[in-house]
C-alpha cells in the first residue's frame, strides 16, 4: 500500500459509503488474486455483485438477492 492509497482511503471514508458498497467496489477492481481473497471472506458479497452485474439495471426479482 502506498500513501496515495491511504490518502484515497480518507478520501472514500469521508463519504461514508456502506460497508458492503466498499466490498463492492474493491471487488470490482480487484485482479483474480485479490478477487479470490475477497471472495473467500465475502463470497455472498461477491455472488450478490456478479448476479447484479448480470442483470438489467443491476435489478435482481424477488428471491435472487442474497442480501434483500
Known sequence: MSRYDYEQSKQIAKD?????????AAAREADTFNLERLEAVFPETVAELRLRYNAPGGI?????????
Open 16 to 24: 461514508s459509503p456502506p460497508f458492503y458498497a466498499i466490498i463492492m
Open 60 to 68: 435482481l426479482h424477488e428471491g435472487e438477492g442474497l442480501h434483500e
